[in-house]
């Protein structure tokens, strides 16, 4: 039987937050043989398209679209295996009815197992969990200088550890066999405590954090005197026994395109502090333990995609970064004065206990982490290239998958072996077959 290739077809790739935009040749092919005959270079492999940097487009790059990709290829006890274009909602599906889930979860069901291990991403409790890498037993990579290829942590293990947090440059991830955790029930029960400062929230996250599924805060950024800083923190533990069920998981999709719906935003700062005071008193009004489905904990945007949809097509920005614990109160006075002071267009401040050993490019540490979003604005960049250095200043690493315009400059000077990084992607991979936008502007 004759074989033949999908034909390429050209379309505008933009990232989640709006900050890059590329037109780019892509496939979507659904046998793998499409993917090994494909002599294509430079190509990068696409999940669901939710990382806020171009990870998956750009550079020149023949775009490979993974979703069709979505099997399960081996499911016995504690350990699934699954196709890399499988989404974590999908996924979710499948192994909740078993009593069994992954323990690490970022926060939308869309998506993709190969996304989370090339970000190597992280969940509700870092602190606790760790980041995704830690799931991982085994994974099945496609490079066209080796062919397809098993690695795991002795067998090809130099393949496995440059792809967690590699960012699609190592080679097309096909599968992954991953640990499940069992679950003792189906219901969060989620205590919310009221802050009226970062400051004060950091004190008590370090008092919730151990013993919970999630933990994490929430404050009004939109820089007002009045109401700026005040905030909760959040803390989550399962209730035992209980059923799932598969009503739970229903959502409507949200991805990048979708996401610039509006032509213009909606986060200027007035209907911002409008937003911030609005969610400030509804959380306020609810008793203060609130009992919801598992999937709405775990997933907290999945019901709440008019959130993204205000920023309209000219999008937002995120800075998250991890800050470790002993500069963590000079760092967050410091961003809090900057705000205001700068007027910055800060609309939600974060933050979450983080535990873990940083390597290569990997978003991983002991420390605070750090998440502020803001409107996509001309004076934006400028502001956020003040909290760039307070970074390198603090010893903090922000995130390289949340950010889609940190400079070389920022990542070499904020991560240590980013130069060991690109020595050991070179040696493995010396024609640079994947690249993306995002490779290309952080020089590796």
């Known amino acids: 039987m004759l074989r033949t290739p999908p034909v390429p077809e050209t379309v505008e790739f933009v990232s989640f937050d709006g900050g890059v935009s ?3 040749s892509f496939v979507r092919p659904d046998r793998y043989w499409m993917i090994e005959s494909d002599d294509a270079s430079p190509r990068i492999a696409r999940g669901g398209g939710y990382s806020y940097a171009a990870a998956s487009f750009g550079a020149g790059s023949l775009v ?4 069709r990709f979505n099997r399960v290829l081996a499911f016995e006890g504690e350990l699934i295996e699954v196709e ?22 970022p926060g939308y069901p869309g998506i993709t197992i190969g996304g989370c291990i090339a970000a190597n991403v992280h969940g509700k409790n870092p602190y606790v969990e760790g980041t995704f890498s830690r799931l991982v037993e085994s994974l099945t990579l496609y490079h066209p200088r080796y062919g397809v290829m098993t690695a795991d942590r002795h ?39 009221e802050v009226g400062s970062p400051l004060e929230a950091l004190d008590r996250l370090h008092e919730l954090t151990d013993g919970s599924e999630l933990a994490y805060t929430w404050h009004d950024a939109v820089p007002r005197a009045a109401t700026f800083g005040r905030g909760f923190v959040y803390r989550g533990v399962l209730e035992e026994g209980g059923s799932f069920s598969s009503a739970a998981l229903a959502h409507r999709r949200l991805d ?40 709405d904990a775990m997933f907290p945007f999945a019901r709440r995609r008019e959130y993204f949809l205000l920023y309209g097509r000219p999008g937002f920005a995120e800075f998250q970064a991890i800050v470790p614990v002993h500069n963590a109160r000079s760092f967050v006075t410091e961003l809090q004065k900057r705000l ?31 998440t502020l979003n803001l409107a996509r604005e001309a004076r934006t960049t400028e ?62």
């Open 22 to 24: 590329d037109r780019s």
């Open 64 to 67: 490979v679209v993974m979703t």
């Open 84 to 105: 890399a274009g499988m989404s974590l909602g999908e996924l979710f599906a499948i192994t909740a009815p078993k009593g069994l889930l992954l323990p690490v979860q």
């Open 155 to 193: 067998l090809n293990a130099e393949a496995f550890e440059l792809t967690h947090g590699g960012y699609g440059l190592t080679g097309v991830i096909l599968s992954a066999k991953l640990k499940l955790a069992r679950v003792s029930g189906w219901v969060a029960s989620v205590e919310r405590v």
């Open 256 to 295: 990048a395109s979708s996401r610039r719906r509006l032509p213009s935003s909606l986060m200027g700062r007035a209907p911002a502090g409008f937003l911030t005071r609005g969610f400030w008193a509804a959380e306020r009004a609810k008793p203060k333990v609130v009992r919801g489905p598992l999937f």
């Open 340 to 370: 205001l002071e700068d007027r910055a267009p800060g609309v939600m401040l974060s933050m979450k206990l983080f535990r873990g050993t940083q390597r290569l490019l990997r978003f991983e540490a002991n420390g605070v982490c750090v």
């Open 383 to 444: 502001f956020l290239s003040k909290l760039d250095r307070m970074c390198i200043e603090a010893g903090a690493i922000p995130n390289i998958i949340k950010d889609s315009r940190l400079s070389e400059e920022t990542v070499r000077a904020c991560y240590p072996e980013c130069d060991e990084f690109r020595r050991r992607l070179r040696d493995y991979d010396p024609d640079r077959s994947f690249r993306s936008e995002l490779s290309q502007r952080i020089g590796v």
